[in-house]
């Protein structure tokens, strides 16, 4: 199959510049065990007019653990590497940002103690060049420069947070949401809606960051009320465009409320991601609707999406994972205090229950 490469802007380039890949021993390539079986590295060497065949290459696990994430660092971080390639979903992406920032540190400290102070990694001048190539559209992690850490053992989920995990270059290949299932499209179209979403009810909300979010919702499924099992090529666009804007809208104001909420539901139920992070976004748009000043288009945009989302029932996939008795014994995990003081309206726990009463 011949495929379709878009650069950032979203416009038909030929192949990724051969200048930015090296094919040696300095190139090292991160992308999932599934990727690997789906030929990914077939169609990268496609992308690039370049055999790839002297490539160091990395295979990961979704959802990356702290543990993992330190023995990739520890065999990895003292190679110089000029140019890291991940071709992936969210996972791979944040595996390989977070590797690409410990590339080049000397003595670099555990990840854990880099999360909470990440000056050692602003010292980094050997950083290698990131080239990420998503795989599904939804997360933005391609335009964001954090990375989430799954802490599995202790039910804790910790975000390693610095401007050089911003990826360099970014292309997206339509195509390659073809064989993503129905759910896989929808759970990541549904974490797309809620980052554009929460920076828009946001404290750190810019002229910027809110013209990213509204480009992202001209683009989302939700609104645009898109089929997504009709397999159309300017579906497949459309979805990376709005995953692409409202990561660089959460990039400046980061998430807020429904990704608060979210974190135990995945962590102790395994809901995934897209869907604990959106079904509670009808709720708490009624709550902040007064305190936002957006104009009136963009209100029309989001009442309208929040329409069609109500269509979808989310409340029903919901119950196959937990209930709403089991949901109110997680309030107080789901006060995480960086995501609660970004919203622009009142969280306490009386609201939250008020917010899971409403949603399920
Ligand atoms: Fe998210």
């Given at each position: 199959m011949k495929l379709k490469l878009l650069d950032s802007k979203f416009s038909e380039i030929?192949?990724?510049?051969?200048?930015?890949?090296?094919?040696?021993?300095k190139t090292l390539v991160i992308m999932s065990q599934g990727g690997k079986e789906r030929g990914y590295k077939d169609i990268l060497e496609s992308l690039t007019n370049t055999?790839?065949?002297?490539t160091q290459d990395i295979f990961v696990n979704s959802y990356p653990s702290l543990k993992n994430l330190e023995e990739l660092i520890s065999n990895n971080s003292s190679n110089m590497f000029t140019n890291v390639i991940a071709v992936g979903g969210g996972s791979v992406i944040d595996t390989a940002k977070i590797l690409t920032s410990f590339?080049?540190?000397?003595n670099p400290m555990s990840l854990k103690n880099t999360i909470g102070s990440?000056?050692?990694?602003?010292?980094?001048?050997?950083k290698p060049h990131l080239i990420v190539i998503p795989t599904?559209?939804?997360?933005g992690a391609e335009a964001t420069q954090f990375a989430t850490i799954w802490d599995r053992e202790n039910n804790k989920k910790y975000s390693l947070d610095h401007?050089?995990?911003?990826?360099d270059s970014v292309y997206f290949v339509?195509?390659?949401?073809?064989?993503?299932?129905y759910k896989t499209l929808l759970f990541t179209a549904l974490d797309t809606l809620s980052h554009s979403l929460e920076s828009i009810w946001n404290?750190?909300?810019?002229k910027d960051s809110l013209e990213f979010s509204s480009k992202s919702i001209q683009n989302s499924f939700i609104y645009k009320n898109?089929?997504?099992?009709?397999?159309?090529f300017s579906t497949f666009k459309s979805l990376f465009k709005a995953s692409y804007y409202s990561g660089k809208a959460i990039n400046i104001t980061r998430t807020s409320v429904a990704h608060s909420i979210s974190y135990p539901l995945t962590l102790k139920?395994?809901?995934p991601h897209g869907l604990a992070c959106s079904f509670t976004l009808d709720a708490i748009y009624k709550i902040c609707e007064i305190n936002i000043d957006n104009s009136e288009k963009l209100n029309t945009m989001i009442r309208n999406s929040l329409k069609n989302l109500k269509k979808l029932s989310l409340n029903k996939e919901l119950n196959n994972y937990l209930s709403l008795n089991q949901s109110l014994e997680l309030i107080d995990k789901m006060i995480t205090k960086d995501r609660v003081r970004t919203f622009s309206g009142n969280i306490d726990k009386e609201t939250i229950k008020e917010i899971l009463r409403a949603s399920f």
């Open positions: 030929k192949i990724i510049n051969s200048l930015e890949i090296e094919n040696g021993n055999k790839l065949n002297k590339i080049g540190v000397n990440t000056d050692i990694l602003s010292s980094n001048i050997k599904t559209a939804g997360t401007p050089n995990l911003l990826p339509p195509e390659l949401l073809f064989t993503s299932s404290i750190n909300a810019t898109l089929d997504l099992n009709a397999k159309e139920y395994g809901v």
